[in-house]
């Protein structure tokens, strides 16, 4: 059995880390990100150039936390949705950052975090999902669009960080 495939069936973490050159993760990097099959922490942080994250994201059926931090070129999250396992999302310092996802979050969300990210208007139009238990926003950095649809959440989400 190549070695690959040793390592890529045992890596439960991933850290992308100041990388201030790619824009874009190429085809062969993508699949690659595929073959992590027991992958449940992912992290981008500090990558100033990457305008989007990996596409197949939503393929990785043990991503449990996904980390998007300082990415200032990020404008959008993937377009096919975000794994169904998820259960936290932090997005920290992604100005550039316009929407979330178009279907929805993953029904399986307990903890979502945004904070300093003004492009940001609204959440989801699908709503947050039932299995969303903590939103941490806050008011420095964050649009007042989104600050407001948060306050209304108060008392149906369990816990609001502001």
Do not use: W
């Amino acid at each position: 059995m190549p070695i690959y495939s040793l390592l890529s069936s045992s890596i439960t973490s991933l850290s992308f880390n100041h990388n201030h050159e790619v824009e874009r993760f190429t085809k062969e990097q993508e699949d690659a990100l595929q073959l992590l099959t027991s992958l449940e922490y992912l992290s981008f942080l500090k990558c100033g150039k990457l305008q989007c994250l990996p596409a197949g994201l939503h393929r990785l059926s043990s991503l449990q936390t996904l980390c998007i931090q300082h990415c200032e070129a990020i404008k959008s999250l993937p377009k096919d949705g975000l794994p169904t396992s998820l259960q936290f999302l932090h997005i920290i310092g992604c100005p550039s950052l316009k929407s979330l996802t178009k279907d929805g979050l993953p029904s399986s969300l307990e903890k979502l975090s945004i904070i300093d990210c003004p492009a940001l208007k609204s959440l989801p139009s699908h709503g947050l999902p039932d299995s969303l238990r903590v939103l941490h926003v806050e008011d420095d950095g964050n649009s007042e669009e989104l600050m407001r649809q948060c306050r209304k959440l108060k008392g149906i989400i369990p816990i609001i960080i502001d």
